[in-house]
């Protein structure tokens, strides 16, 4: 239907308005959100039906369930995320990530412009700098997509000077905002870094360490959740989320489900003073076990792909982003998780009538 450049450029322009749907908030549009997510979903049919015939039953059936979940739950946020993907899954990740990273440059430089000039204001909030952004911790994550993608773009380079810029831009953004989420998820992505450049994906333990961490990373965030949530010295550390974790996922007529709540259940159920910030708990509450459950499955196995293939910088910018919806709900957004588009590459290998049809014979039935 299109040649493969005109399928990037389209691609980039559904990246373009997924973006702009994320800052529309911050930019005083929100309100035309609605008309940013109809353009994308519609130039991302377009991608959908040009590459048909290279979805598997594993892509159907996850697009299936999150049809099932906006009808049961009124929820479109899985639905539409996961649409997205399924568009830009084929695509050239890497010219991708490049206009990821552009975008949101000149969104964020723009803003950071009206902020110097007072059209949006600083509000210091115990002497942290919110950069008109309304939180500090919220400036923070808006430069760590800039900053996630661009490690990711110069990841193969090796160049000095990129990681100068790399330090630079936490050392710039820390010093005015002084958000320990964002620092340690940073330092985390560091070593992370260097994890990956002295391991041998070949060696099973270690493709077994990078597929599981999604797991782990969901394991620690229920454990804490339910059974420590009342600890003083994890609440001072993580500042007091796991209170509102608990409050959430253990509700006594509202907790988790099957299928989720509509997006907006923190506003009927909850107030505005109770946050979820936990990309982990936020999506399991919000979408519900079953999508959950799967979309945790997907993306381990994509890591484990990426590890067959030796794809270490795609490894980074999914576990960079992985680290930091332990603390801030980013997770299902292809505005703010952009790692997310490689899980539909990633499970396209995965066939599971052949999986069902091997474990057939291997039972003699």
């Known amino acids: 239907?299109?040649?493969?450049?005109?399928?990037?450029?389209?691609?980039?322009?559904?990246?373009?308005?997924?973006?702009?749907?994320?800052?529309?908030?911050?930019?005083?549009?929100d309100n035309y959100s609605k008309y940013f997510m109809l353009i994308s979903l519609a130039l991302s049919t377009l991608l959908i039906f040009s590459n048909i015939k290279k979805y598997n039953i594993v892509h159907y059936?996850?697009?299936?369930?999150?049809?099932?979940?906006?009808?049961?739950?009124?929820?479109?946020?899985?639905?539409?995320?996961?649409?997205?993907?399924?568009a830009l899954g084929f695509l050239d990740f890497r010219k991708l990530v490049k206009c990821?990273?552009?975008?949101?440059?000149?969104?964020?430089?723009?803003?950071l412009l009206m902020n110097f000039v007072g059209i949006k204001g600083t509000e210091y909030i115990e002497g942290r700098n919110d950069f008109g952004f309304g939180n500090p911790n919220t400036a923070f994550i808006n430069m760590f997509l800039i900053w996630s993608a661009y490690f990711y773009y110069v990841y193969n380079r090796k160049r000095i000077v990129d990681y100068i810029l790399l330090f630079l831009l936490i050392f710039l953004m820390y010093s005015?905002?002084?958000?320990?989420?964002?620092?340690?998820?940073?330092?985390?992505?560091?070593?992370?870094?260097?994890?990956?450049?002295?391991?041998?994906?070949?060696?099973?333990?270690?493709?077994?360490?990078?597929?599981?961490?999604?797991?782990?990373?969901?394991?620690?965030?229920?454990?804490?959740?339910?059974?420590?949530?009342?600890?003083?010295?994890?609440?001072?550390?993580?500042?007091?989320?796991?209170?509102?974790?608990?409050?959430?996922?253990?509700?006594?007529?509202?907790g988790i489900n099957l299928f989720g709540?509509?997006?907006?259940?923190?506003?009927?159920?909850?107030t505005q003073r109770m946050p979820l910030d936990s990309g982990y708990i936020w999506s399991l509450y919000s979408s519900g076990i079953v999508l959950y459950a799967l979309l945790i499955a997907m993306?381990?196995?994509?890591?484990?792909?990426?590890?067959?293939?030796?794809?270490?910088?795609?490894?980074?910018?999914?576990?960079?982003?992985?680290?930091?919806c332990f603390a801030e709900s980013i997770m299902i957004d292809v505005g703010t998780n952009v790692g997310l588009i490689l899980i539909v590459s990633g499970v396209s290998g995965l066939n599971l009538g052949r999986i069902l049809g091997k474990r057939k014979l291997k039972y003699g039935r």
Not at 65 to 82: A, C, D, G, R
Not at 100 to 111: A, D, H, K, Q, W
Not at 182 to 189: E, P, R, V
Request: aromatic share 20%; glycine share 4%.
């Open 1 to 29: 239907m299109f040649k493969e450049k005109y399928k990037d450029n389209l691609g980039m322009i559904v990246v373009f308005f997924a973006v702009v749907k994320y800052y529309g908030s911050y930019y005083g549009f």
């Open 61 to 86: 059936g996850f697009l299936g369930l999150t049809v099932v979940q906006f009808l049961l739950s009124k929820n479109i946020t899985m639905f539409y995320t996961y649409y997205l993907c399924l």
């Open 100 to 111: 990821f990273l552009v975008v949101n440059i000149g969104f964020f430089s723009l803003y």
């Open 176 to 254: 005015q905002t002084t958000t320990r989420t964002g620092l340690l998820t940073a330092i985390m992505t560091i070593i992370a870094f260097f994890i990956l450049e002295n391991m041998d994906l070949k060696k099973k333990f270690a493709r077994i360490f990078v597929t599981v961490f999604p797991i782990l990373m969901t394991g620690l965030s229920m454990i804490i959740a339910v059974f420590f949530s009342d600890n003083y010295f994890i609440n001072s550390i993580l500042s007091h989320r796991p209170l509102y974790w608990h409050s959430y996922i253990m509700h006594p007529s509202k």
């Open 261 to 270: 709540y509509p997006s907006n259940i923190r506003d009927i159920l909850f």
């Open 299 to 324: 993306i381990c196995y994509t890591l484990y792909r990426l590890c067959v293939d030796n794809k270490k910088a795609e490894i980074l910018i999914i576990v960079s982003l992985l680290i930091y």
